[in-house]
């Protein structure tokens, strides 16, 4: 592809994202979905079935062995983008995040 052929692909692109951008305001919150705490005994089971230990969950999900530590004895909850990110594991697999 030639360089002023990129340059009016990536313009077209561009415009079509600006207009997606404004019919993204007009998205029903009701699409969204807010995941569910999860209780403590829940994060162990997940990160059971995923075959992985501690520090290995912990890489996966950007955190620190500690904080999953806490989380499976209930000392910590997740909340924001970890309960988003333990909703994925959950409906995905561990492999969504790899």
């Not at 004895?73 to 994925?88: E, M, Q, V, W, Y």
């Amino acid at each position: 592809m030639a360089l002023a052929e990129w340059i009016r692909h990536s313009r077209r692109a561009l415009r079509i994202s600006s207009r997606d951008e404004a019919t993204m305001r007009n998205l029903d919150s009701t699409c969204l979905t807010v995941p569910a705490p999860n209780a403590p005994h829940d994060i162990q089971k997940l990160r059971e079935t995923n075959k992985v230990c501690q520090p290995v969950f912990a890489r996966y999900l950007n955190t620190s062995e500690s904080t999953i530590e806490k989380r499976e004895t209930g000392a910590k909850r997740p909340s924001g983008i970890a309960l988003k990110l333990l909703s994925l594991v959950e409906k995905h697999g561990l492999e969504v995040l790899a």
